[in-house]
């Protein structure tokens, strides 16, 4: 069997008591309860209570997660409804136009769900990049660089043959797709009861 991966590693320790493990897990996924929070454009003190909170439900269901590796899934989700049930209780009854009120059209045209699904996305790829080893690593993060490197560039850097670099970049994506932290994701069903489109936004690297 597989070792258990680094996530499943931190949530565990974790909820043994580890400080270590709880911060950086928290530095590690912060990012990605932030990245929800602006989907729905919450005020700066609501947005900070509703990181405290999620963090908060995080710590009473440690112990309880049933796939540590889903971590960002639930973050994500967890987020998602705490940033929903700030929005309801901070919920103020003004005398507006809807047909010529701006921030009520702006508001109708957020679509939290895309930028949730890229949070997520963003976040299982850093993590299934810190799976791989280091020389992958590198391989991966300098063809998706913006703009990426070229086979040339990236060839002197590495001190790889032109010719070895694009059969060697697809079998670092193979490696990547199997990491805990992609499978997971793209086995997560999204909002409308799909799968995660975490494949087609990887292949697009090579």
């Known amino acids: ?75 994500a989700t967890t987020t998602q409804r705490e940033c929903i049930r700030q929005l309801r209780q901070g919920r103020r009854v003004l005398p507006v136009d809807p047909q010529t009120d701006g921030g009520l059209q702006q508001c109708a045209t957020v679509d939290p769900d895309t930028d949730i699904l890229r949070a997520e996305l963003h976040q299982a790829l850093r993590d299934g990049l810190a799976e791989l080893p280091e020389r992958d690593q590198t391989l991966l993060k300098l063809r998706a660089a913006d703009p990426p490197k070229s086979y040339e560039e990236i060839g002197q850097l590495l001190g790889m043959p032109i010719g070895s670099i694009g059969p060697t970049l697809r079998r670092c994506l193979d490696r990547l797709r199997e990491t805990s932290a992609v499978r997971a994701y793209l086995a997560t069903p999204t909002a409308d009861g799909g799968k995660g489109g975490g494949q087609r936004v990887l292949a697009g690297v090579d």
Do not use: C, F, H, I
Request: glycine share 2%; hydrophobic share 45%; aromatic share 6%.
């Open 1 to 75: 069997m597989a070792d258990a991966s680094e996530v499943s590693r931190l949530v565990r320790a974790s909820a043994s008591g580890s400080e270590t493990a709880w911060t950086e897990l928290v530095r590690r996924y912060s990012p990605l309860v932030m990245a929800v929070t602006r989907s729905y454009q919450l005020t700066a003190d609501d947005a900070k209570d509703v990181s405290q909170t999620v963090w908060l439900r995080l710590v009473e269901n440690l112990a309880n997660l049933r796939e540590p590796d889903a971590l960002p899934g639930w973050l």
